[in-house]
């Protein structure tokens, strides 16, 4: 997974390369390069992010070119490794995102005919192939190389002597920005903002001539595809830092906003019945990856509470392994991305076995929501950082709303009893707020976390989902090893393991687990573990048995995992900012994982 884009236009290509790149490196940051045509091809690459690239790339003068930020799949990450990638005459530069399965067998044939390779990479068969079948005409050279191909790929080519780029896209993310006299393709709206807000979003097996008065798509036969470009809501503001020291700060304190635009409409949707879906379905099973797997497990309480439907959740990478054995469950896909190769798969395989499929996702245009039934859009805006943070919660969001619209086509909540929901989550951003409110208490709460080398997040029922989350966030972003259990299931094992350099973080509200964890927090003070707990403002009990306590307002027990999430994302933020830890790009990830 990783980054790219192309222009053709009359502005210097570098500075709207570079400005690009910088707005995709969420994709990806161990290497970065640009090509760009000018009086011939030059290309400049390098190891690491695209801030070092800029300083240290000249001046390179051209209205034409390509540019690649890597997540490195194959290969290390170095400057070899790097994309672009050039022929063997030099004239030709490609930028992928994706993987070409069969490159071993490509590149060996290629070798053998006289093609001399410089990297690692799969993608480096591309330009070699792009070399053989080019004619003179560099569309036709790249309908030729798709055929040799098998894996998939969003790619960019550009050639010294043609004025314009060719892209291809299979099962990854491609959009064309159109601007006046001026053409830009990326991997993502926000890489265009800064130029325009038409998109034209390409389609799996599309390919695209880009000049700069001019974009013509072709399907996979050839044939020129005519579409309406969809005017993008997000702007550059939206996908700036502003002010905030990381893009995670300022998307966790986003939260607010993001929730109250994920409701709106939606909750007028939802009193009209037409929200989601319009029958009653048997079963529910939600599938999803990392975050959003959580999301959908703290799903699976909200829709077994409020509609009483049997619930099941599943990883996305392991969906396909499992035997069809329900009555084509209503399928709902959790995706913020909607590119998540492991997500789309199962959307597919869902639809195989002929099942209704839901997705959830927070991109409008994302491959997901082309590939299901049925569509819900969260509102969060563009989530730059890479740990996922309002994403989450307006995920939660999408949840209530879906559990809500089961419970009224299930006859299992009244009309009385939908309206007191559905205030108290109109009520959330104001709650969320008070959270953030207590960011300097909650910076000092976690001195105790921050020079551990292995910490515990413990929950239970709604909220074990939300400690699991909690864990996710301080692993990726702090390095500290961190392991979210469900309280009750401490003493089976883990216990082992308490001691008093081992700090453990608490969830205990006061809702009908309340007695139980605060006797689980009681047996891990007598293991002389440190105690962060959160809990409900004002609670002495829990207190006294915990070495520190933040607070969270008191909200209806079913809606506490917001709060809750908000506040644990804030331990992760603060702990891994004392740690000096690169918050908004952690080691060895990327945001949308497009390889399963
Ligand atoms: C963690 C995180 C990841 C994603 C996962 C799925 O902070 O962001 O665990 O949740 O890669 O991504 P989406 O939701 O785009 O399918």
Redesign the pocket.
Known sequence: MCGIIGYAGPREAQEVLLDGLRRLEYRGYDSAGVAIVGSDLKVFKDKGEISKLSTDMPRLAGHLGVGHTRWATCGRPSQQNAHPFLDCTGQMAVVHNGIIENHLALREKLIGEGHVFTSETDTEVLVHLMEKHYKGDLHAALKETLKDIKGTYAMVVVRADCDELVAARKENPLVVGLGVGENIVASDVTAMLNYTNKALYIMDGETVVLRPDKVTIYDHDGVPVQRDPVVVTWTVDDAKRGGFEHYMLKEIFEQPTAIHNSLLGSLDELEAGSLMIDHEPASVKLV?????YHASMVGKYIIEALAKIPTTVELASEYRYMPNTEESPLTVL???????AD?LAAAREARRRGCPTLAVTNVVGSTIAREVDRVFYTKAGPEIG???TK?YTTQLMAMYLLGIRLGQLCHTMGRDEVRELTSELRAMPRYIGKVLDRGPEVEAATEMLVSARDAFYLGRNINYPTMLEGA??LK?ISYIHAEGYAAGELKHGPLALLDASTPVVAACIKDHTYAKMLANISEVAARDSPILAIGIEGDSDLAAVADTTVSVPAVNPILSPVPLTVMVQLISYYTARKRGCPIDKPRNLA???TVD
Do not use: N, P
């Not at 999803?288 to 959003?292: F, L, M, N, R």
């Not at 959790?334 to 998540?340: A, D, Y």
């Open positions: 999803a990856c990392g975050t959003s959790l995706t913020q991305s909607g590119e998540t997500t890479v740990a996922a994403t996710l966030k990726e945001k949308s994982v």
